[in-house]
């Protein structure tokens, strides 16, 4: 056996796909990581990895059959034919088994063995029916410019062939005259003659003779492909093509011995599985059963069928062949001696469904009928050819047709413990899924769903939604996080399962008291129509689309909210209680109620959530009101006269149900306002359900005062070489005028930690180290904003934190000119704090692929020499894709996981992780489920319990073992480095410092 490729003239191991040619040539393999991670605030954070790319290149391969290690015979055929000179068929098939479009030349040599006088002529033709023979329309294959045929053939292609020989009449006929054939092949793109793979020895031998002699033609109903559980005729014609009758031989049928020729056809079967099975008994007239009857032109023909091994009259489901017993008269218990006589005809025709067993209700197996398995059928008679011939069997040719692609689509939740059982259900209807559990207006729901492809090849589905059932902004996505794009085709392997995330919103204007849902539909992209056409039926099981209707619960309404000021001891909210919600100006503390005017009034008020879902609050207050956190210095819980107020606030946070965030109103009152009372109306406004709403007033008393304020203190960060910026607000809320004195202010130019610091007084326009003194003059009730500009020196240390404080001296004047000042007014010296922390980035995950060739076990045949971005390879290589995800920032990182998706047209082989950077004794565990949407949820294993052999490389045997309810879709990696066995995610366990990281090598198999 000879196996040459074109692949810069390397041997390659065979890739032990289903299909010989494996990923076609020029496909690019793509694949990217992920980094899931958990920043010092808490926060999960997602980053991903540079894109690398594997182009797959071309391979030639192809053979010619029958040959002699397919048939087991030397020569590869032989037959016996009547010296007449007529022609004679035989039927041959060239198939491409590599990946990209050939061109092979084909060459006819006639052999030294052979004793003919004269020359035979060996034309070749395209079979087009393909029956063996040569039709009416079948055109001569072309030839080259040396008179040699060549044919074109794409990958995985066979090419029927038929050539038709014709031997001269010889004038003496012995028992060794006869002409042996060979034909071989010579690709364009292999170097080298005779460069067929495998066996090159297609040989045919045609022996002349003057005794009986039989030319038998087989043909199919179907050109080539055929559905599973779908229908195959045969037909079998043939006819004493030689110079004498044919006589009888011995046949038991029935347990009893009959005489005559016998014409059988054992059904297909690929060694191990019958492939085909028969749908009725035959008859003996045409007109009465034209799919299945028996015929001779000569003698009784009886129907026959093997069965347990042995011939029987008795039709049966199970039989493994089939046949006509021609005998001389209708007992056929005497040996009639030669009586079938030159010229005399036969047909047996047939009729069998392609399948696994002799069940038709059964789904077929897509394994055993996966897309391109050969339906091969051979049809034979056996007779004697002389009357001293102890028998002779002459075959036909062989009819090839092919398993047709199926596209079977399944899609729906868990029925049974294993996902994608739901594709065996057939029940009738759309298959309908209710959770447990509580549903409310305005909540995100999701589902987990199955999409199975139960086809016998690799399949394009797309999923759409049909949100008709009260459910909005429905996406889709994979478990891991990634998003699908409704109508984009996934492919999925035959036998596959992914698992499928829908995600939701309920409407607010659901129907409270009944579900909310949607309807998800896949559609195979290989099967042409609309859904609900032939063949997409979303009701029955083995069809190219399926449905799953997905409902939540019943809808409540869990929205309420109540809010009041916050001026007692004991929360006035939560407690049913309307009507010590607003201000009572006769008991409430002075100090919140009693306010000056040109002053800004404060009080403390509160809002909580009363319903029984996390909810946030639009707040409403009145013009020039303005709701703000605050520091609770005393830690009571609300704010008290002099804790520092924060940023403004016109929607709360999120709340969780009985949660209540205290805040405290700002209202500035104005410096000519009359002393009395001042209400203001503070309202509550559900920001999921607006109907949702709780009202009250804040009623303050007005004094006379007078107030400056400088806000507010500032908090940010910088990369170096970056600048940031805070804006400070200088306001006067007195009945005075103000000038704010800056030239004092706290830092000019660089401080003493390397930042340097400007200053705008003018909008932004310019920006100067010392602001002019003087040049801030408020009147009553204006304000002033300050913008503090702060630039990081490219060669700043990562880590610098600089807190910087700039004060400014406020004096209060008569007049809009700032020169009169009020007499005993004295002035006030305000700052602010601005902290700026210099940053760097946090987790970076680098990827490489390297091609390690086709063997594992050696280097010799690598194909990099080193890890790189982008690559190529050829069916069979393996690529060794190297993760190295390391924190380069200058803060601790939490519960690292990394995902590396399998890339199409690949296979998982094996990996490895190396934790050296990690702290000792760091552990790595592995799961099946990681979702970074809820990264609790996912079950883990340590790498130690999965890698059975404790190699340090765990395979896909052992990872199949560990998780055998999951297909392996996605290698999800985490890392235990605070040694209590678990993957963590809170932003205090599994601490990953500066520069530590890991490093993971994932290897697969090109297709």
Request: one cysteine or more; charged letters at 15%; aromatic letters at 8%.
């Amino acid at each position: 056996m000879s196996k040459k490729f074109l692949a810069l003239s390397l041997a390659l191991a065979a890739a032990g796909s289903a299909l010989a040619a494996g990923t076609p040539a020029n496909t690019k393999i793509r694949n990217q990581a992920i980094a899931d991670f958990t920043d010092s605030s808490g926060q999960r954070q997602t980053t991903k990895s540079n894109e690398v790319f594997t182009v797959v290149q071309p391979v030639f391969s192809y053979t010619i059959t029958p040959d002699e290690a397919s048939t087991g015979s030397t020569p590869a055929r032989s037959t016996s034919v009547p010296n007449t000179g007529a022609p004679r068929y035989f039927a041959y098939y060239v198939t491409n088994s590599g990946n990209a479009t050939d061109t092979i030349t084909l060459t006819s040599s006639l052999l030294g063995t052979s004793s003919l006088t004269g020359t035979p002529t060996f034309k070749l033709y395209y079979d087009s029916t393909p029956n063996g023979q040569v039709d009416s329309g079948e055109v001569e294959v072309s030839k080259d410019g040396s008179g040699n045929y060549f044919i074109s053939a794409t990958a995985d292609q066979t090419v029927n062939l038929v050539a038709e020989v014709r031997l001269p009449v010889q004038a003496t006929v012995t028992a060794g005259t006869r002409a042996d054939f060979n034909l071989t092949g010579n690709s364009a793109n292999i170097s080298g003659a005779n460069d067929e793979s495998g066996d090159q020895n297609n040989t045919l031998r045609i022996n002349v003779s003057n005794d009986a002699a039989f030319q038998v033609i087989k043909d199919a109903s179907l050109a080539d492909l055929v559905d599973r559980n779908g229908a195959l005729k045969y037909t079998i014609q043939g006819s004493n093509n030689g110079a004498t009758a044919a006589s009888a031989v011995a046949v038991t049928v029935d347990s009893a011995t009959r005489y005559g020729i016998l014409v059988s056809d054992n059904l297909p079967t690929d060694g191990t599985n019958q492939l085909a099975f028969l749908t009725s008994a035959l008859g003996t007239s045409a007109a009465s059963s034209p799919n299945n009857y028996v015929y001779s032109g000569r003698g009784v023909a009886v129907p026959v069928y093997k069965v347990g091994g042995n011939w029987t009259t008795t039709f049966s489901a199970s039989a493994t062949a089939v046949g006509i017993l021609i005998q001389n008269d209708a007992a056929g218990t005497t040996d009639p001696g030669a009586f079938f006589q030159p010229g005399d005809q036969f047909t047996l025709v047939f009729n069998t469904r392609v399948d696994n067993n002799n069940t038709a209700a059964d789904i077929p197996d897509a394994t055993i009928l996966s897309v391109g398995k050969a339906i091969n059928n051979t049809a034979a008679v056996t007779f004697k050819k002389n009357p001293l011939d102890g028998g002779t069997t002459t075959p036909s040719n062989t009819r090839v047709n092919h398993v047709a692609p199926a596209y079977a689509v399944a899609i729906g939740q868990d029925d049974s413990g294993t996902p994608g059982t739901q594709g065996l259900d057939n029940s009738g209807t759309e298959e309908t899924y209710t959770t447990g559990g509580n549903a409310y207006l305005g909540q995100t729901y999701t589902w987990t769903v199955y999409l199975t492809n139960n086809g016998n090849t690799t399949d394009n589905v797309k999923l759409t939604l049909d949100s008709a059932l009260q459910l909005q902004n429905a996406t889709l996505s994979y478990t891991n996080g990634t998003s699908i794009t409704e109508g984009d085709p996934i492919s999925i392997a035959t036998g596959a399962t992914v698992a499928i995330r829908v995600t939701g919103t309920i409407p607010l204007t659901a129907t409270l008291g009944s579900p909310a849902g949607i309807r998800v539909l896949a559609d195979s992209s290989n099967v042409s129509g609309s859904i609900g056409v032939s063949g997409k039926s979303l009701i029955v099981a083995g069809d190219a689309a399926d449905s799953a209707i997905l409902r939540s619960p019943n809808v409540s309404n869990p929205y309420s909210v109540d809010g009041a000021v916050d001026d007692a001891a004991t929360s006035k909210t939560g407690d049913s209680n309307a009507a010590n919600d607003s201000t009572d100006v006769a008991t409430a503390p002075s100090q919140y109620v009693n306010v000056n005017p040109g002053t800004t009034a404060y009080y403390p008020v509160e809002i909580r959530n009363t319903g029984s879902v996390q909810d946030s609050y639009d707040l409403t207050v009145p013009s020039g009101a303005v709701l703000h956190t605050f520091t609770d210095s005393n830690s009571n819980g609300r704010w008290d006269v002099g804790e520092p107020v924060g940023s403004a606030v016109s929607t709360t946070s999120p709340l969780n149900p009985n949660e209540a965030v205290s805040l405290v109103l700002e209202y500035p009152i104005a410096s000519n306002q009359a002393p009395g009372n001042i209400t203001l109306p503070v309202t509550a406004r559900s920001t999921t359900l607006t109907s949702t709403t709780d009202s009250f007033n804040v009623i303050f008393v007005v004094q006379a005062n007078n107030q400056v304020t400088f806000t507010p203190n500032r908090t940010g960060s910088v990369v170096p070489g970056g600048v940031t910026e805070y804006t400070h607000t200088v306001s006067n809320n007195g009945n005075t005028y103000v000038q704010f004195d800056l030239a004092a202010a706290g830092v000019s130019g660089t401080s003493d930690k390397g930042l340097i610091y400007t200053y705008t007084t003018d909008g932004g326009a310019t920006y100067v180290v010392d602001p002019a003194a003087g040049a801030i003059c408020l009147a009553p009730n204006a304000s002033f904003s300050l913008k503090v500009r702060v630039e990081a020196p490219s060669n700043i240390a990562i880590g610098t934190e600089d807190p910087e404080i700039l004060s400014g001296v406020a004096s209060f004047y008569t007049n809009a000119a700032c020169t009169t000042v009020v007499p005993g007014a004295g002035s006030q010296t305000l700052s602010v704090t601005d902290t700026t922390t210099v940053v760097g980035t946090l987790i970076k995950i680098d990827k490489k692929v390297k091609n390690i060739g086709p063997s594992l076990a050696s280097a010799a045949d690598d194909r990099d020499a080193s890890y790189l971005d982008d690559n190529i390879a050829y069916p069979g290589d393996h690529l060794e894709y190297k993760l190295d995800a390391f924190n380069n920032g200058n803060l601790d990182v939490y519960g690292l996981v990394v995902s590396d998706k399998l890339p199409t047209d690949t296979t998982f082989v094996n990996f490895q992780v190396t934790t050296s950077s990690l702290p000792a004794g760091s552990k790595v565990f592995i799961s099946a489920n990681y979702d970074p949407a809820a990264p609790g949820s996912a079950s883990w294993l340590a790498l130690t319990s999965v890698d059975s052999n404790s190699d340090g490389t765990v395979t896909a045997a052992e990872w199949a073992a560990a998780f055998p309810a999951f297909t392996f879709d996605t290698l999800y990696v985490g890392f235990d480095t605070d040694g209590d066995n678990t993957v963590e995610f809170s932003n205090t366990d599994d601490k990953i410092q500066p520069a530590q990281g890991a490093t993971v090598l994932f290897r697969v198999k090109v297709k």
